[in-house]
């Protein structure tokens, strides 16, 4: 299975992830101007049009339609722009062969690992968390849009009971979290992204506080926030409270509608 060579070929996400890439450099700075911001994103036209039709819908109480890419990131704010920016490049990405279940998902697990990061003792940068979040599962979409009928292989062992990483381990060679760690270092997100997903299923194995972040976000989606679903130990090493955490799911399971929303409002399916 060549799956360094198709991860080497690959135009994998859509053309904007470099300006997407630019603008999160420039988001790490919190001093960052808008304007810059709006230098950056205007580069992309399609992605300017995307942006002001997010906003004009989205009835901020202008008077008359916004024009201009900055006057519509000050409507938006930065982490609002952040957000919109990253979800779109991946809702165009998904719609392109995946179902909305792995798309809902992704969104999910990126708003909750914000919360977590933010509310939490690990000392993660919540932005940093959110991407790493939304991308966590990057393998396991790469591999079955560009390998389906290996990828059907995997869906029938894990109906057979067999682990999703054995599964595809034994498909493949690789699985999902070492697919998706290659892929974050070809785009050369930072190191501490790409350790959290490699070990995002065995966070045991590492000292990588966002691995930890990851790792207990699938637990939380698992259990629905219900505490009793979740190991206390990783909740401690978290360091949050159960109650709190119910109250993080249902607070990321809001933002994830909200998103889903007004993206398919903006974003046309397959576009
Ligand atoms: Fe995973």
Redesign the pocket.
């Known amino acids: 299975m060549e799956i360094t060579r198709a991860i080497d070929e690959t135009h994998f996400l859509p053309s904007y992830l470099s300006i997407t890439q630019r603008a999160l450099q420039l988001l790490e700075d919190e001093a960052v101007e808008i304007h810059h911001l709006a230098e950056v994103i205007g580069t992309e036209q399609s992605l300017t049009a995307k942006f002001l039709r997010l906003v004009n819908s989205a009835n901020f109480g202008m008077r008359s339609p916004v024009e201009k890419i900055d006057t519509a990131l000050v409507y938006l704010g930065l982490i609002e722009t952040r957000n919109t920016l990253l979800a779109m490049s991946m809702y165009s990405l998904m719609h392109g062969g995946l179902g909305h279940d792995v798309w809902g998902n992704s969104l999910l697990t990126a708003f909750l690992a914000e919360l977590i990061a933010r509310k939490g003792s690990t000392r993660v940068d919540a932005h940093r968390a959110y991407l790493a979040g939304l991308l966590?599962?990057i393998?396991?979409i790469f591999l079955e849009s560009k390998f389906p009928e290996e990828y059907f292989e995997v869906r029938l062992k894990t109906g057979a009971g067999i682990d999703?990483l054995d599964a595809e381990f034994q498909v493949f060679g690789y699985d999902?979290?070492i697919v998706?760690e290659m892929l974050i270092r070809k785009w050369k997100l930072p190191t501490e992204i790409s350790e959290g997903i490699l070990y995002?299923?065995s966070p045991e194995e590492t000292a990588s506080p966002m691995a930890w972040i990851l790792a207990f976000v699938?637990q939380v989606i698992q259990s629905k926030g219900e505490p009793s679903g979740i190991d206390e130990g990783a909740r401690i090493r978290i360091g949050l409270k159960p109650e709190v955490v119910q109250a993080l799911y249902d607070s990321a399971l809001l933002k994830m509608v909200e998103m889903e929303h007004w993206l398919a409002r903006i974003v046309p399916s397959g576009s």
Request: hydrophobic share 20%; charged share 10%.
């Open positions: 966590c599962d393998g396991t999703l999902h979290a998706g995002h299923h699938n």
